[in-house]
């Protein structure tokens, strides 16, 4: 469950402790870590409103996918939000917004205009839905508002890589949760 | 998995009469090969699709879902290709999703039966609740020896436990 934390901790070699409930844990010796955030997400999604996939960055899941099969299950997930409507009980559905699976969490958000973001995460990861919107923050600063990026094609803005690089990083969501 | 036991006796307390709104509002239970043996509803206001379409829907939903997960699975090296047929237990699985005005639980039995429970968005962890759920058809349908296997489930003591069972449940 924790082998990425595992493998991150021996690529930065810091003291890494994984208490589930993430933000800050204690050490062997009694001495207060900071627990490195950035392990807890697996992958980002970002895919436009006919489900083509516009950006995608793996923070180190085992066995990385390969570009078509990332855009496959883009198109994928873009299917299977729409037909989670059409299953909907009651009227007013907007789509999965959460995914349990055995190993991992999916956490989805749609904007207005339909574009989707989604992360993958360690099951049980907290504020997951306010990194979203800071991404779609993030996105909507450093790409819709970029003179040379056109509409619903991928995503290649260097502020925008560096912006959400920040935002991965463990204090903005410790931070965020509060 | 604990549900490999056959002969479990049924163990969680019996439910408890609730007085708040019944908070389920359907459940499907297919088996191996996607025929729908159940198909309950509580509270379903919204109806798009004929009965028959609305349960091929949600077997291809889960069937894409397991697919997806299987391959999204951040933890495993080899997944294989996207869409690759999988036995039951196989691969990575999901057990629930949320929309906002749903919640699905899903539990596949290593046979190969699927139980889905479609609740209220705010209801807690439902996967022990699915395994009693799969205790009763084991207990009811399976060793009924009326029952042949691949039709729809006419078995009155299941269908009185089951409801009982689901009115009983409300959200944590």
């Known amino acids: ?178 | 998995m604990q549900f490999f036991g056959g002969t479990e006796i049924i163990s969680p307390s019996p439910p408890t009469p609730s007085t708040s709104v019944n908070k389920a509002n359907m459940m499907y239970i297919f088996n191996r090969s996607g025929v729908c043996l159940l198909y309950k509803e509580w509270n379903r206001p919204l109806k798009t699709l004929n009965a028959q379409q609305d349960h091929k829907l949600m077997f291809g939903l889960l069937f894409s879902l397991k697919s997806l997960t299987a391959k999204m699975d951040p933890v495993s090296v080899d997944k294989g290709n996207l869409g690759m047929p999988q036995l039951p237990g196989q691969g990575c699985s999901f057990h629930s999703f949320c929309t906002n005005t749903y919640k699905l639980s899903f539990m596949e039995s290593p046979s190969g039966i699927k139980i889905i429970l479609v609740t209220h968005p705010k209801m807690g962890d439902l996967r022990e609740s699915l395994r009693y759920i799969y205790n009763l058809y084991v207990e009811f349908v399976v060793k009924n020896p009326l029952y042949s296997p691949g039709t729809p489930i006419r078995c009155d003591l299941f269908n009185t436990s089951l409801d009982q069972y689901v009115k009983s449940l409300v959200v944590a």
């Open chain 1, 1 to 178: 469950m924790h082998q990425s934390l595992i493998i991150h901790c021996e690529r930065t070699s810091r003291k890494v402790y994984s208490p589930s409930d993430g933000g800050i844990g204690k050490g062997p010796g009694g001495e207060v870590l900071q627990f490195n955030r950035m392990a807890a997400i697996y992958s980002l999604f970002i895919i436009n409103k006919s489900g083509g996939l516009i950006f995608y960055k793996d923070y180190g899941s085992a066995g990385r996918m390969d570009t078509n099969d990332s855009l496959r299950v883009a198109s994928l997930w873009h299917s299977m939000h729409a037909i989670s409507q059409q299953l909907s009980p009651m009227a007013g559905c907007t789509g999965i917004e959460l995914l349990e699976a055995d190993t991992f969490d999916l956490h989805c958000f749609q904007s207005l205009t339909g574009t989707k973001f989604f992360v993958v995460c360690e099951p049980g990861s907290l504020h997951m839905g306010a990194l979203l919107k800071h991404i779609y923050e993030l996105y909507t600063d450093f790409v819709l508002k970029n003179p040379f990026y056109e509409m619903e094609m991928p995503i290649r803005c260097e502020l925008f890589d560096l912006n959400l690089a920040q935002a991965i990083q463990k204090d903005r969501v410790a931070l965020m949760g509060r």
